[in-house]
């Protein structure tokens, strides 16, 4: 019976080689396929639709800010691969997370969430805008809008008590990290000044991105080499920002590479190209042999959840980059063209048969599975498409959101009654602090023991 044993081997090898995901750039039916593949099991993650989930909430272990980065996975899904199969579930989510004043603090977000973590769904609307994705009705808040509120309401919490200047990675007092001032909280306010800024035309955001940029660099944020650049990840105000921490991060580097790129695009200031074209250089750490790694620790096999989803904003900030500064469309579609193969090979395994791993450079599924995982694949994969299609759009050449440059600084209408900040709610506020702040001391004390 050794024969029949046999055959069942290979049929068995058959088998999971037509659920593995198969790609040939050239043809784009193999790229469609693939792609469809990796953003089903994406979705397989999504439960927000079912009785008792939360609409646009992933499932646990996930966090409401790499809810955000996913939504704009599925938005680039949709665009490069022009298959809309979820675009009513992605403007559903979009909308039902906005919060009450429409600038992404949710209430069930507001006592945990940080400026990265508002910023990474306002960098989603902003896609949604410059990708003219459907606009909402009239009656909802409109894409741009959404961007526009986030990027103020961030904005606003500009520091200059300390630092000289820069936001803090918290927004509330009572969460750990508001002593530390971070690149991606700062880098996301640079790259959403950046890509306002060259959507509306409206000189305040670049005058914004300017400000940003040299805080970063003056700090030593953004390292001051001269062929290539890189991003550090924070430092605390207790030291007034002069212990770099050092660690750098494949959506740091992608943040301020992109955001360079857009402002290049924009201005065609010739400091712009020389600095994205120096953080294309330095975004070689995350490469060997061309495939994309998170180099701080993916080695290591250390890499939580929220460092798993990391690449996956890298491709997309590295795709636009390539649309706007023709310059670095070379090196940069090599990497996404390399690692996209790279991905489609180690997205094989699971119990369906295509579930993606963490590290491309194994030949076939490493173990490692989650939401992360197949993000990254797919900002891959779908980023090879980055120059066959129409670059992001403006609000003067095919944008059809609008806006309001006041957005989430106006007076809040008198209906929204609780929200107002009377004495008494800021009492109300203070003690709710001191609630969260004593428990969070009292279980770390309990830990500690
Ligand atoms: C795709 O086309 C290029 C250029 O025509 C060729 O070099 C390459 O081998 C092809 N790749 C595959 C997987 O067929
Ligand atoms: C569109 O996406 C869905 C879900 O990923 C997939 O089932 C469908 O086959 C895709 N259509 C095309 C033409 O690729
Ligand atoms: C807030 O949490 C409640 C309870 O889990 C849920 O029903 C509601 O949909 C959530 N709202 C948002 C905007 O997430
Ligand atoms: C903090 O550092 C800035 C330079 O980044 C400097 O201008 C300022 O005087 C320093 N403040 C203190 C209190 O040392
Ligand atoms: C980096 O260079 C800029 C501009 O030349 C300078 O202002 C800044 O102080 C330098 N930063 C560090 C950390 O040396
Ligand atoms: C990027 O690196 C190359 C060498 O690899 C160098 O020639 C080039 O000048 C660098 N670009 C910039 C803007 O420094
Ligand atoms: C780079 O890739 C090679 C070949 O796949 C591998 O042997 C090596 O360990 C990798 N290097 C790093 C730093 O992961
Ligand atoms: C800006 O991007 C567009 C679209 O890719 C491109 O045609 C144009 O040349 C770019 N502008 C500059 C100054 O590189
Ligand atoms: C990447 O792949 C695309 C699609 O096949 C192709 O058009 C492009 O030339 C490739 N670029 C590089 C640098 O490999
Ligand atoms: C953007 O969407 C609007 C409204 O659907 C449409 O009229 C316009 O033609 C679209 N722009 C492009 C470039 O497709
Ligand atoms: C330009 O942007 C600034 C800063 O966000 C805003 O205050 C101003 O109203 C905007 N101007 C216009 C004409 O939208």
Redesign the pocket.
């Known amino acids: 019976m050794v024969w029949l044993r046999y055959l069942i081997i290979q049929i068995s090898i058959l088998a999971s080689f037509s659920t593995a995901v198969h790609l040939n750039l050239n043809v784009t039916s193999s790229l469609q396929n693939a792609a469809s593949l990796v953003a089903v099991g994406l979705m397989d993650y999504y439960n927000g639709d079912q009785y008792g989930q939360t609409i646009g909430m992933f499932s646990n272990p996930y966090y409401w800010w790499e809810a955000g980065g996913a939504w704009g996975c599925m938005i680039d899904y949709w665009y490069f691969m022009q298959n809309d199969t979820y675009n009513d579930i992605i403007s559903q989510a979009l909308l039902y997370q906005t919060g009450d004043r429409n600038d992404y603090i949710p209430l069930n977000q507001s006592t945990t969430e940080g400026n990265d973590d508002q910023a990474f769904w306002g960098i989603t609307v902003m896609s949604a805008a410059e990708r003219n994705f459907t606009n909402p009705p009239p009656d909802k808040p409109q894409w741009l809008y959404l961007a526009q509120a986030v990027f103020n309401t961030m904005a606003l919490r500009w520091d200059d008590s300390t630092c000289n200047g820069g936001l803090r990675w918290q927004i509330f007092v009572w969460n750990s990290g508001y002593s530390y001032k971070n690149s991606v909280s700062n880098g996301a306010l640079f790259h959403m000044a950046a890509r306002l800024a060259r959507y509306t035309g409206n000189q305040s955001y670049v005058d914004w991105a300017v400000k940003v940029y040299d805080w970063m660099e003056k700090t030593g944020l953004i390292s001051n080499d ?3 650049k890189f991003v550090y990840d924070g430092a605390s105000i207790e030291t007034n920002c002069t212990d770099i921490t050092q660690f750098q991060w494949t959506y740091n580097q992608g943040l301020i590479l992109s955001g360079c790129a857009y402002l290049y695009n924009h201005t065609e200031d010739s400091k712009w190209l ?1 600095r994205t ?2 953080f ?2 330095g975004s070689a750490v995350f490469f060997n042999n061309s495939i994309v790694y998170e180099a701080a620790c993916q080695g290591s096999k250390r890499c939580d959840n929220d460092q798993r989803s990391f690449r996956a904003y890298f491709a997309r900030f590295l795709g636009v980059t390539a649309q706007l500064v023709p310059t670095t469309k070379d090196i940069i579609m090599d990497w996404i063209n390399t690692s996209a193969y790279a991905a489609a090979q180690a997205c094989s395994g699971g119990t369906d048969g295509h579930t993606c791993g963490l590290n491309w450079f194994n030949i076939g599924w490493d173990g490692y599975y989650g939401l992360g995982e197949q993000m990254g694949a797919l900002e891959f994969l779908v980023n090879t498409r980055a120059l066959d299609m129409p670059a992001p759009y403006t609000s003067s050449n095919g944008g059809s959101s609008t806006g309001n440059g006041a957005a989430g600084t106006e007076k809040p209408p008198t209906n929204l009654g609780p929200l107002h900040i009377t004495d008494g709610s800021k009492a109300g506020a203070g003690i709710i602090t001191c609630v969260i702040g004593l428990s969070i001391l009292l279980c770390t004390t309990w830990l500690a023991l």
């Open positions: 001269t062929y290539f020389t074209e120096q294309v250089n």
